[in-house]
C-alpha cells in the first residue's frame, strides 16, 4: 500500500511539473508572437515615394532640382486668341512673342462706343437748346403777367422745373460720355497690344489648349533659365530641426563625387502633403495600415545653391543637413530657428488680362511684357 501511495504522488508530480513547464512554453510563445505583431514607428526606417529615408535617426531627405522663378502668363477670358508661337520645351528669351489676340471683336466694340458717344452728344445739345427755348418763354411768360397785373410765381416754377430736369439730364449724359471714353481709351490700348511677350528668359514648362485663367489652369508657364534651387520634402518628426539659414550639403544621386553646398531659405509649415500616408513605404513590407502611427505628414523646404554647375532641371537628388556648421563661426548666435510660413506667390495684373506669379517673392517687379504689332 505504502508503494502504491508513493507511486501515485510521484505520477502527481511529474504531471504538475510537464503542466508547469507547458504553461511557461505557452507563456513565452504568446508573449513572443504578441512582440513580433507589434511594429513601433521606430523600429523601421520611413521612405518616402522616391524612396530616401527620411526617419528621425537621419539627416539626408528628398530632393529635386527646381527653377527659383516660375512665370503664369493667362489670357483674357473676354479676348479670343489669334495665334500661339510657342509650344511646350521651347526656350524663350524676355520680349519673345508668345501669343497674340483677335481684334477684330475689339474694333467692332470700339465702333458701337463710338455710336454712343454721338448719342450723348446729341442728347447734351438737345438738352441745351430746349433750356435756352424754355429760358426765353419762361423770360416773355413772366412780363406779360407782371403787365397784367397777374402773380408770376407758378409761371416762374413751371418753367424752372422743366430746365432743372434737362440739367440733370445734361448731367447723367456727360458722366455717361466720361465712361464711354474710358471704355474706348482701354479698348483701343487693346488693339494697340495685341502680342503678348515673354517676361522672362526660360523655359515654356506648359501651354494650355484653353485660354482658363486661375488657379492650375494658366495658359502659358514659363520655367526661369540659369538659376536654380532645391525643393525638399520633410515629414512632422524632422520639421522642427530646420531652420532657415542651415546649411547644407546636396548630393547627386547617381554620382557620389558630386555634390553642392547651399542653404535652406524657406520652409513650408502651413502646407502638408495630404498623401503622405499613401506614398510612404515601412521596412520588413510593413504597410502604413500595420504602423500606429500611421506615417508622418509632409511639408517642403526650399534651399538655394552656391553653383549649380552640372545640375539639371528636375534632378533628384539627396539634401543633406549640416548641422555641425549650423552656427556662425563668430559664435553671434545661431541661425534663425523660426521656419518662415508657407509661400505666398504675388500675382501682378497689367490690365491686359495676363497674369504674372513669381514663387520667390523677393522678385516682386517683374510682370508680364506686352507689346503692339
Do not use: C
Request: overall charge negative; hydrophobic content about 30%; aromatic content about 6%.
Amino acid at each position: 500500500m505504502q508503494n502504491k501511495s508513493k507511486k501515485s504522488k510521484k505520477k502527481l508530480v511529474i504531471i504538475l511539473i510537464i503542466l508547469a513547464i507547458a504553461a511557461a512554453i505557452i507563456t513565452y510563445f504568446i508573449i513572443k508572437k504578441k512582440k513580433s505583431d507589434t511594429v513601433s514607428y521606430d523600429d523601421y526606417p520611413v521612405y518616402d515615394s522616391s524612396g530616401v529615408t527620411i526617419d528621425s535617426s537621419s539627416n539626408y531627405f528628398a530632393g529635386v532640382i527646381e527653377p527659383e522663378e516660375s512665370k503664369y502668363v493667362d489670357a483674357d477670358s473676354d479676348r479670343e486668341i489669334d495665334e500661339v508661337f510657342v509650344s511646350q520645351g521651347d526656350t524663350v528669351h524676355t520680349g519673345d512673342k508668345l501669343f497674340s489676340y483677335k481684334t477684330k471683336d475689339v474694333s467692332l466694340q470700339i465702333e458701337e462706343a463710338k455710336l454712343e458717344l454721338e448719342g450723348y452728344d446729341t442728347t447734351i445739345a438737345d438738352s441745351n437748346q430746349q433750356i435756352s427755348d424754355l429760358t426765353a418763354q419762361k423770360a416773355k411768360a413772366v412780363q406779360e403777367a407782371t403787365a397784367n397785373k397777374e402773380p408770376t410765381a407758378s409761371i416762374e416754377y413751371q418753367y424752372d422745373s422743366q430746365i432743372q430736369s434737362l440739367n440733370t439730364a445734361i448731367k447723367q449724359a456727360e458722366l455717361s460720355k466720361k465712361k464711354t471714353q474710358a471704355q474706348i481709351d482701354d479698348l483701343n490700348k487693346k488693339v494697340a497690344n495685341t502680342i503678348v511677350t515673354s517676361p522672362i528668359d526660360g523655359t515654356i514648362s506648359n501651354v494650355s489648349t484653353t485660354t482658363a485663367t486661375g488657379g492650375s489652369g494658366h495658359f502659358i508657364t514659363i520655367l526661369s533659365s540659369g538659376a536654380y534651387r532645391v525643393k525638399g520634402t520633410v515629414d512632422e518628426l524632422n520639421v522642427g530641426s530646420l531652420s532657415q539659414g542651415l546649411p547644407v550639403i546636396v548630393h547627386s544621386r547617381v554620382d557620389d563625387s558630386k555634390t553642392w553646398k547651399g542653404t535652406i531659405t524657406k520652409i513650408e509649415t502651413d502646407s502638408t502633403n495630404g498623401d503622405s500616408q499613401s506614398d510612404m513605404s515601412y521596412g520588413n513590407g510593413a504597410t502604413s495600415n500595420d504602423v500606429s502611427s500611421q506615417g508622418a505628414s509632409k511639408y517642403t523646404f526650399y534651399a538655394s545653391l552656391d553653383t549649380t554647375e552640372d545640375l539639371l532641371l528636375g534632378q533628384h537628388v539627396y539634401v543633406e543637413i549640416e548641422y555641425d556648421n549650423a552656427y556662425p563661426e563668430d559664435g553671434s548666435g545661431s541661425y534663425d530657428e523660426n521656419p518662415s510660413g508657407a509661400f505666398e506667390d504675388e500675382i501682378m495684373t497689367d490690365g491686359s488680362g495676363a497674369i504674372d506669379s513669381n514663387e520667390d517673392s523677393s522678385d516682386d517687379t517683374d510682370s508680364m511684357t506686352v507689346e503692339g504689332n
